[in-house]
């Protein structure tokens, strides 16, 4: 008797499709649209991709990781992280003065409080969602956490293209999440894996009039007017 259609299982979609159960590659592109030639330097390593199973049932046991989140020359680095469910993200200070990090959205809430030069904290996250971080002393400092419930994702290369590989056949939906944009594709699309290789339709955004939203301290409260301007500025330039 041939497997139903209802049949959640990568190997059953798998011999519907006359395919092997081997590993797939779903490589694309997206298109981003920009005030103009040189607003982003045609960088585009900041937009996190990824494909869920379609089918919660599918979903694999996700691997966890201890990723590093570094503060140094009052930035952020990287600016955007993706990690699994259950993954630690340490925040080592790497400058000469005090730093912080927190989080009131609804991604994680989390303060890891006031800590010193050459120091380290670590926050483990537990669920999905889009953690926006900041430090409470530099208002300038932010970086987003992407926390994703599949270990099928990636980080865009610089052009625009993406590839994620080591896929069961199957049914996905495609996401991404891009802090910039403002316009365009938004929801996910539906992709089969039924081929060793699969182009995924091209998706289309604009970052047109993108402007970094201010924000408050951990408290609710705006910074003060010179918050960003201790003696610190950064290495020689
Ligand atoms: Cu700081």
Redesign the pocket.
């Known amino acids: 008797m041939r497997p139903s259609l209802t049949c959640s299982s990568f190997c059953c979609l798998a011999l519907l499709l006359g395919e092997s159960a081997s590993p797939a590659t779903v490589s694309g592109r997206i298109d981003i649209a920009a005030k103009s030639h040189g607003e982003r330097s045609q960088n585009s390593s900041e937009i996190v991709v990824w494909l869920e199973p379609a089918d919660a049932a599918d979903a694999p046991a996700l691997p966890t990781e201890h990723v590093t989140l570094l ?1 140094k020359d ?1 930035t952020f680095m990287p600016h955007v992280l993706a990690i699994t469910v259950g993954s630690t993200v340490d925040f080592p200070n790497a ?1 000469p ?5 927190f989080s009131v959205f609804d991604g994680q809430m989390f303060d890891v409080g006031l800590y010193p030069p050459g120091t380290s904290k670590a926050v483990r996250f537990h669920r999905p969602g889009v953690v926006r971080v900041f ?4 208002p300038s ?1 932010s970086a987003v956490i992407v926390v994703l419930d599949t270990p099928y994702f990636t980080k865009m290369g610089r052009e625009g293209e993406y590839e994620i590989a080591n896929l069961p056949p199957g049914q996905y939906q495609l996401h991404f999440f891009d802090e910039r944009q403002t316009a365009g594709d938004s929801k996910p699309v539906l992709l089969t894996v039924d081929s060793p290789q699969v182009s995924a339709p091209p998706m289309h955004l604009s970052e047109r009039g993108y402007v970094r939203p201010p924000h408050k301290n951990k408290y609710g409260l705006d910074y003060p007017v010179d918050a960003d301007s201790d003696s610190y500025a950064g290495p020689p330039r």
């Not at 430090?135 to 530099?138: G, L, M, Q, R, S």
């Open positions: 503060q009052k400058d003065i005090f730093h912080n990090a430090c409470n002393i530099h400092m």
